[in-house]
């Protein structure tokens, strides 16, 4: 069962049987930075793109990358280049925020690669890369600039969101939490607290696949008092979108390993 707070669902809890644990990735908590002066891919869709659009469904085919950057021009010339390569992609979202436009800065556009769609919000709100104006497909891939997963990993997580995990949050970075009464309140754990449980109900949007709607759901006015609890405290963004996903559809996240710096 979930744990709940004011008689709401917080999120499922998955149990995770004796001996099929699965692997927490050591980049959990220790992401892999790194800055390589490469120039962004310019807009030109590879062969699986133009053949997914042919063929009448390009937007089940593919997906959208949602890079939430901050002023590190560096990282976010990388993650471009790499989250170009992956050959589903659809286009790549860059979701500026910061409160100083000065600071603002795109990838170059000069190699070959799906088109990016660069927003730039001048307001440094973690509820900005959730906003869903302007996306074509049903399955968007959340990652911050830090963060690169191996496009063959990638592919194989997208396949199983497809295959039946639509409506949930599939990702690489877990974290588990629980109403605590003893405690009055709560609790909050990763790597050794998931391991030990063998339980975890949250999927961090670091790194995950989610479906469109559930954008559209955390951006409605019905859940402006999540919103606005998350530039409050300006954190926790991962667990009211887990809070969405969980009380909308009652469905828990899937945890998926794979290379991950």
Not at 16 to 42: C, K, L, M, N, T
Not at 212 to 228: C, F, Q
């Amino acid at each position: 069962g979930g744990a709940r707070v004011d008689g709401h669902v917080v999120t499922p809890v998955v149990e995770i049987e004796p001996g099929r644990a699965r692997r927490v990735s050591d980049a959990d908590d220790h992401a892999g930075r790194r800055e390589a002066p490469r120039p962004a891919p310019a807009p030109r869709p590879n062969l699986l793109q133009e053949m997914s659009r042919i063929m009448g469904h390009g937007l089940l085919e593919l997906y959208t990358v949602v890079i939430n950057t901050y002023p590190r021009p560096a990282l976010l010339e990388d993650a471009v280049r790499h989250w170009s390569e992956c050959p589903r992609v659809e286009s790549i979202r860059v979701v500026h925020s910061s409160s100083d436009p000065t600071l603002v800065s795109d990838a170059p556009d000069d190699t070959p690669g799906p088109p990016r769609v660069y927003h730039r919000i001048f307001s440094d709100s973690l509820n900005n890369r959730f906003r869903p104006e302007g996306i074509r497909t049903d399955a968007t891939l959340h990652v911050d600039d830090d963060v690169r997963v191996a496009c063959a990993d990638v592919e194989a997580a997208f396949e199983l969101w497809r295959s039946g995990a639509r409506h949930t949050i599939v990702g690489w970075f877990a974290r588990v939490g629980a109403a605590s009464p003893r405690r009055g309140g709560a609790w909050y754990g990763f790597g050794p607290a998931i391991r030990w449980s063998r339980r975890l109900n949250i999927v961090l949007t670091k790194a995950a696949f989610v479906h469109v709607e559930h954008l559209v759901a955390y951006s409605s006015s019905r859940l402006r008092g999540l919103r606005d609890f998350v530039d409050a405290v300006r954190n926790c963004e991962d667990i009211a979108m887990a809070f969405t996903i969980a009380n909308q559809t009652g469905r828990p996240p899937l945890l998926v390993t794979g290379r991950v710096r």
